[in-house]
């Protein structure tokens, strides 16, 4: 049955990894499907509508999915995505304004100047509205040091790009071609160097399966960038199989933002993380400063000039890279710190409860026992450790620990955390006494851990409780319906070749009064008295109660080859014990009995049994007491009736 159970838990497990596993895949698929559509589609607008209008509508698209998805959710979760919004729609607009300044139409060489300045103008609202949305989305959630680094990973990244396009743009100046021009057209550029800078910085504070949206908004950065680029530097504008390189690139790239927020992570609020930085993460900030000096030394060498500008820049990732250094140092020395007074808190909890905390390793080794094992159990929590289990549980309770083990540990191997496991078992104290012990095991990093509680005084109320409910308080004999019960069992258990159980219904003669005379004192000792000699008179298998008052009872119960006459003689030995002199005190008072007998015949019930006792032990009381009658089972059309026995 156990191993049974075991296998079809061992089935859903697998069971249900198989499925986690298969939506895992199914989910990967659909989002990459959602991104190679959004990756076509761009591709095609681009080929079927004119670079003029194609570019604008992408621009429109990705504004009007930034505020659907933003009336989907609240506070500034909204806000962020709202500014996304109006930064995505300047840019179109400073894309048609640079379009127009490129035109030859008389009108637009009158306007021209005023068409700059709102060219500036989208290309600082697209900038300072995607500067504005990300910067909310870094301060949502953390400390002030948290939060202080993530901006500071995002100018990494941002400022060494931007030393990189600065490069670019002083090499253009210097074959002649308009650099004002080229810097109206590189600040585009520049913003979305910015964007990606801080997206790229975000991305690693959100849990990986929120990282999606956010991937998802840095491959359109590289897109919308690389469009960007495609359209300023080369002299002529680029194409691949007759589709404009530099459209498709934006395109592509608007339409990943539309999609972007719908995405997991696209409304996520950017937590915590981890709280300690790994090694990559603090290894990575010089990444973005080695390319920014590889950058600067390839301008050097080909003889270009440093100017302030690329100096102001470089110096900014430098100074960025030396703040967030003592940013992480200043963070690391309060997370030290706080781990410190947590450690310290945890270790008094544990070192002070009464509960054993004990942690196994999945090969079943004990690695951790907190220092109440020394009061619950007797036993060091040193000599326990090393030790594998079942280590001191009782023969008959090591089963079912084991099962609960092997099932966590099953669960750890397939990389399920499901809800623990409730044992209740017996452990072995050092003073050798058993000690009842309810545990709490559940997942642990290295392994399992067992919470145990010593339940033993409960237990023991529990089994008096019981007691008291089954058995007479006075003679500590089954009560009356203990012995209904004991005889229904009996009754069930009967088999044709046994002899019957037998019932004898007692009641005590002239225990009114020894009651009245000597008192209920004399009385009860009177009833304890007899409790014994009863249980004196009887084998070990059978059993005696007390019914009520002076009423007692026995059932006995014959194993087969016995001879119903050996009831009587159980009988007669009752009579005789309890007709003898009682002690109370410094006098003896004289008690008789009178006995009933009934044996069970096929068919009959507990009750009907019970009963037929009574009726013969009255019919002894009615022949002088001090007698012993049995009752007679008569077939249905006879009368009962009793007779000596």
Same mark, same amino acid.
């Given at each position: 049955m156990i191993q049974a159970s075991a296998g079809r838990d061992r089935t859903g497990r697998t069971a249900r990894l198989g499925r986690l596993r298969v939506t895992k895949v199914g989910k990967a698929l659909s989002e990459g499907a959602v991104v190679a559509v959004a990756v076509v589609a761009g591709a095609v607008v681009a080929v079927v509508v004119p670079t003029g209008i194609a570019v604008p509508v992408a621009h429109g698209t990705a504004a009007v999915s930034l505020l659907v998805r933003a009336r989907t959710v609240g506070g500034r979760v909204r806000l962020r995505l709202t500014l996304s919004a109006i930064s995505v729609a300047a840019g179109g607009l400073h894309y048609v304004l640079v379009d127009q300044m490129g035109a030859s139409s008389p009108a637009v060489g009158v306007f021209r100047p005023v068409v700059r300045v709102l060219a500036c103008a989208g290309i600082a609202a697209c900038l300072g509205g995607a500067v504005a949305a990300l910067v909310m989305a870094a301060t949502e959630d953390g400390t002030t040091l948290i939060r202080l680094r993530r901006l500071l990973d995002g100018w990494l990244i941002a400022g060494s790009l931007f030393t990189v396009g600065w490069v670019l743009l002083l090499h253009r100046a210097d074959r002649g071609d308009d650099a004002s021009a080229s810097f109206l057209g590189l600040a585009r550029?520049?913003? +979305?160097?910015?964007?990606?800078?801080?997206?790229?910085?975000?991305?690693?504070?959100?849990?990986?399966?929120?990282? !999606?949206? !956010?991937?998802? *908004?840095?491959?359109?950065?590289? *897109?919308?960038?690389?469009? +960007?680029?495609?359209?300023?530097?080369?002299?002529?504008? $680029?194409?691949?199989? $007759?589709?404009?390189l530099g459209a498709a690139s934006s395109a592509v790239g608007l339409l990943l933002v539309a999609v972007a927020p719908w995405l997991p992570g696209g409304v996520s609020v950017v937590g915590f993380g981890r709280r300690m930085m790994p090694v990559i993460g603090v290894v990575a900030a010089f990444v973005p400063v080695v390319f920014c000096a590889l950058a600067i030394a390839?301008? !050097?060498?080909? $003889?270009?000039?440093? +100017? !302030?500008?690329?100096? *102001?820049?470089?110096?900014?990732v430098l100074l960025a890279l030396g703040v967030r250094q003592g940013v992480i140092h200043a963070d690391h020395l309060r997370i030290t710190h706080e781990t410190a007074e947590r450690e310290d808190h945890y270790r008094t909890l544990v070192d002070r409860t009464s509960d054993v905390i004990t942690i196994v390793s999945l090969d079943e080794r004990v690695l951790y026992v907190s220092p109440a094992a020394r009061w619950v159990y007797g036993h060091r929590p040193e000599d326990l450790e090393g030790a594998r289990l079942p280590l001191y549980t009782h023969p008959d309770d090591r089963e079912k620990l084991m099962q609960a083990v092997q099932t966590l540990r099953q669960d750890a191997e397939s990389d399920i955390r499901g809800p623990g496991r409730r044992v209740s078992c017996r452990v072995q104290a050092a003073d050798g006494s058993w000690r009842h012990v309810e545990s709490t095991i559940n997942h642990h990093p290295d392994g399992l851990i067992f919470i145990s509680r010593d339940v033993s005084e409960r237990v023991a109320q529990q089994v008096q409780l019981e007691r008291l409910a089954y058995h007479d308080a006075l003679t500590g004999l089954p009560n009356r319906a203990l012995f209904a019960d004991r005889v229904a069992h009996a009754l069930r258990k009967r088999i044709t070749d046994e002899a019957p159980p037998v019932v004898l219904f007692m009641d005590l003669d002239g225990f009114k009064a020894v009651n009245d005379s000597a008192g209920h004192a004399a009385g009860d000792t009177v009833l304890r008295h007899a409790a014994r000699r009863l249980q004196s008179s009887v084998r070990a298998g059978d059993t005696v109660a007390r019914l009520g008052g002076d009423e007692f009872a026995a059932l006995l119960e014959w194993e087969a080859g016995a001879h119903p006459s050996s009831a009587q003689e159980v009988a007669q030995r009752i009579l005789t014990v309890l007709t003898q002199p009682y002690p109370i005190g410094t006098v003896k008072a004289e008690v008789s009995a009178s006995i009933g007998m009934a044996v069970a015949v096929p068919g009959i019930t507990p009750e009907q049994l019970l009963h037929q006792a009574d009726l013969a032990m009255y019919a002894a009381k009615a022949a002088g007491k001090g007698r012993i009658r049995l009752h007679h089972a008569q077939p249905p059309h006879a009368h009962s009736g009793t007779s000596n026995g």
């Open positions: 550029v520049g913003a +979305d160097i910015l964007v990606f800078g801080l997206l790229v910085a975000l991305r690693f504070c959100l849990p990986h399966a929120q990282r !999606t949206a !956010t991937t998802v *908004a840095v491959l359109a950065l590289v *897109a919308l960038a690389a469009g +960007d680029v495609l359209r300023i530097l080369p002299p002529e504008p $680029g194409s691949w199989e $007759g589709i404009p390839a301008h !050097t060498i080909a $003889g270009g000039p440093i +100017d !302030t500008v690329m100096s *102001a820049l470089a110096g900014s």
